[in-house]
């Protein structure tokens, strides 16, 4: 606890705000059920019920609670982003230390593969597949990470290129060592730094990207709560001054700028620069 | 006084160390003449580079200028303003780093870098300061002066590059040039052509100098003076042939350390082969030129062979086709009597254990995100297969070996180290594999005197304790004459002869090698103008 304590002062204070959002947000996706006052999709009172002791944030254009909803979008919008952003960054970095590592054919094929994929322009892709898959959940997920982890693929390739040149590498090469081995011991660390800060900005990417999908309607479906829609759904309510709509459209903003914080951090440790 | 150009009194330079304030130079005093050479002279860690730097009003990033006074011309540089020393940087004061490799923009032609200080300055227009360029180019002796600096540094060789640089320093015509350690990366026979050419330029224009090296047989040729610091203190300070005829110091008489060290004799079998490469050829492209020609070499058990050769011998190459890492296109390799596959990929677990490689740059060939217990520990798990409390009590006893304190430094990641024990943590994790034969490519050359001769020590040390075969690959002769029983001399991808260590160092030589040997400075201040005039007289016969 003493060392956490004293590495937490030693972090800038932007980053200590932006991890404690995160925290914050974390938990509200861990703990909806328990947290929110009523259920994700119940309807309980009029629309547009203004805000009172019952409904803290009043009720939405079908009657449910608004505070309810925003805390289980965190775990629509929140949720799907974060596994989708860790698939990318599974498949696209393993490929990546791969295609570094092993070099030649295996490498030309991988990275002309991701050239294609990013040669279509990705909303457009991402339609395109929806509209085969399907929009639950998984398929939403699963199409998000493909498009993503192409360039997760290709920032994990080109740095980890100029950590298998070393000599360090080579010394364990001629060791004898496995690929694993020398991704997962000699090439990750090196290359952790650049990954995790670009992990940051990857999954605010993913939010607005699920956001976009979801304003198309091919993103979270009704009933379920996302914060996207929710803007949307209530927007009419703005011309009569009241600001409920915009909290989702909050929340949104304050998490990516958190994230930004933390990724702001994590690129000053990876540049190695003095302050 | 009143002819000085440069003097300094009490310079104190402080730097932050682990968020501390020490003094890294203790009130220094320094007197230079106008047109005068003072060499400075310490192992690294002595401040000699700080104060040449300070001799600018400039110090590193997190050093300050504590106390004292430097006393340009009349200027205090330690007190002017940042205009004031601007004006009077790259104009009446330069400087020349050690590595030109690295401080020339590589996106500019050599001759546009000349000029930029000149131009800025408004000293002299464009044309004229391109003429000027190849006229100094051609006093430096560089190739074809007229078109040289039209070409781009990656083009030139590290001779010819730090030849440029001092052309550039010498641009607008300075007072004061301070050159900082400007040969010590270079091989034997280009250092002479960079002394002479440095030595005549700054004689011809009358420039005072701060000469900067910790090879005391360079600044023997070069000097008028000679300051030896250590620790940031000034130890003895004499005319340079006073201080290389009776050094007073007992400090001083340690520099000559590694040119004293001996050799223990050893007993070994000449029949009990190790290692033999027959016939070897090798390139780096298919059908490209041969780096490696026709190369056999013998390697006898419990023995040092040296390898030796300027750059661009082959001799690092000779290492990389030992070692697999560069498949040879002809040729046979014998270790123990089998004959090893030409692919590392292709050789055995045990094959691999038992040819290990240490490399020049410690920097590079150790994972600056895994800790010693780390970098140690794996070759022991990988090739012994030892685990937990067994595999750490073994890190332990190698560190013990290497002379590192297992406490300190078992958790340390290699950035936490110096460049004399990040060498170290190389043997040892060579070691670590109880290997029968070590390749070491260069391994001294990054590293200064004193702690030269303490790893050339060590590895006499294990090479008796653990009986050990070393090929030592290495450009420089007074590290082969200390360690090598054998010496095998490459040129131009050709092995010259293969000899024993007293045979080469006594005539008759091989024509080549007598060159090579004739070109490591000695301590004699005469000698490199006897050795230039040798060989003019040489060529004109």
Not at chain 1, 26 to 41: D, H, K, R, S, Y
Not at chain 1, 171 to 176: E, I, S, T
């Amino acid at each position: 606890m003493q060392k956490f304590l004293s590495s937490w002062w030693g972090i800038p204070l932007s980053a200590q705000f932006g991890l404690l959002v995160i925290t914050v947000y974390l938990l509200l996706v861990a703990l909806a059920p328990w947290l929110a006052p009523f259920g994700e999709t119940e309807i309980l009172a009029n629309a547009y019920e203004p805000w009172s002791s019952t409904y803290w944030l009043g009720t939405d254009s079908l009657g449910r609670d608004m505070l309810s909803r925003i805390i289980y979008g965190a775990r629509n919008t929140v949720g799907i982003a974060l596994i989708a952003t860790l698939l990318a960054f599974l498949i696209g970095g393993l490929l990546g230390l791969l295609a570094a590592t092993v070099g030649g054919v295996l490498d030309q094929l991988l990275s002309r593969m991701v050239d294609v994929i990013m040669a279509i322009p990705s909303l457009i892709f991402a339609l395109l597949m929806l509209t085969i898959v399907g929009t639950s959940a998984t398929s939403l997920v699963l199409v998000i990470a493909l498009l993503d982890s192409t360039k997760v693929f290709r920032l994990a390739r080109s740095v980890a290129q100029s950590i298998v040149v070393m000599d360090f590498v080579e010394a364990a090469r001629l060791r004898g060592e496995g690929r694993w081995y020398l991704m997962r011991h000699e090439i990750l660390p090196n290359v952790s730094a650049p990954l995790i800060a670009e992990f940051g900005l990857r999954f605010c990417f993913v939010f607005l990207f699920i956001s976009t999908l979801s304003f198309l309607g091919l993103g979270t479906q009704p009933p379920a709560a996302d914060w996207g829609s929710m803007v949307r759904d209530n927007a009419t309510l703005i011309s009569f001054g009241d600001i409920t709509p915009l909290l989702p459209a909050l929340a949104i903003a304050l998490l990516t700028v958190a994230i930004n914080f933390v990724v702001d951090w994590k690129l000053h440790a990876a540049s190695g620069l003095k302050d | 006084m009143l002819d000085n150009i440069l003097t300094i009194r009490g310079l104190k330079i402080t730097a932050k160390i682990d968020g501390i304030d020490s003094d890294i130079v203790h009130g220094i005093d320094l007197d230079l003449k106008r047109g005068e050479i003072l060499g400075l002279i310490g192992e690294s860690g002595a401040g000699k580079s700080s104060i040449g730097l300070a001799a600018m009003g400039f110090t590193r990033n997190g050093c300050k200028i504590s106390a004292g006074e430097i006393d340009f011309d009349g200027l205090d540089l330690a007190r002017a303003t940042e205009k004031q020393k601007q004006n009077l940087r790259g104009v009446r004061i330069a400087y020349v780093a050690q590595s030109a490799a690295a401080s020339f923009n590589p996106a500019h032609r050599l001759i546009d870098q000349y000029a930029e200080a000149p131009l800025s300055h408004g000293l002299s227009n464009a044309l004229e300061s391109k003429q000027e360029a190849i006229e100094l180019y051609r006093k430096l002796q560089l190739p074809t002066p007229e078109e040289i600096g039209f070409r781009y540094p990656h083009q030139l060789s590290g001779g010819q590059l730090q030849r440029a640089m001092t052309a550039m320093a010498m641009s607008c015509k300075p007072d004061l040039i301070i050159f900082d350690e400007p040969t010590t990366a270079l091989d034997v026979t280009t250092q002479i052509e960079v002394l002479s050419a440095i030595r005549d330029i700054v004689r011809e224009y009358k420039t005072a100098a701060l000469y900067i090296t910790h090879d005391l047989a360079v600044v023997a040729q070069m000097a008028d003076r000679i300051q030896v610091l250590k620790d940031g203190r000034a130890v003895e300070m004499s005319e340079t042939s006073k201080m290389l005829a009776a050094p007073q110091e007992d400090y001083t008489k340690t520099l000559w350390a590694v040119r004293n060290f001996q050799r223990r004799e050893k007993a070994f079998d000449p029949k009990d082969i190790i290692l033999s490469l027959n016939n070897i050829d090798a390139s780096y492209e298919r059908h490209g030129p041969k780096i490696l020609n026709d190369v056999s070499i013998r390697v006898v058990r419990g023995q040092t062979l040296a390898v030796v050769g300027e750059s661009g011998s082959g001799k690092s190459t000779t290492a990389r086709v030992l070692c697999g890492l560069l498949e040879a296109s002809k040729g046979e390799l014998v270790f123990n009597g089998d004959v090893l596959p030409l692919n590392y990929r292709k050789r055995d677990k045990s094959t691999l254990k038992n040819l290990q490689l240490i490399y020049q740059m410690a920097d590079t060939a150790l994972n600056p995100r895994q800790t010693l217990l780390q970098i140690l520990g794996r070759p022991l798990e990988f090739y012994l297969g030892l685990k937990g409390e067994e595999k750490n009590a073994r890190v332990a006893q190698l560190l013990e070996q290497v002379e590192l304190e297992p406490k300190r430094f078992l958790n340390r990641y290699p950035g936490e180290l110096s460049g004399g024990q990040k060498q170290r943590v190389s043997i040892a994790r060579a070691l670590a594999a109880e290997p029968e034969l070590i390749i070491c490519d260069e391994i001294t050359s990054a590293l200064d005197q004193a702690v030269n001769e303490s790893i050339l020590n060590l590895l006499n040390r294990l090479q008796e304790d653990l009986n050990l075969t070393y090929i030592f690959i290495t450009h420089d002769l007074a590290t082969v004459r200390a360690i090598a029983d054998e010496v095998v001399v490459m040129w131009q991808g050709k092995v010259l002869e293969q000899s024993t260590t007293e045979a080469l160092f006594s005539p008759p030589y091989h024509e080549y090698t007598e060159r090579l040997l004739s070109s490591v400075p000695q301590m004699d201040p005469q000698w490199l103008d006897e050795l230039l005039l040798q060989r003019a007289k040489a060529e004109a016969i």
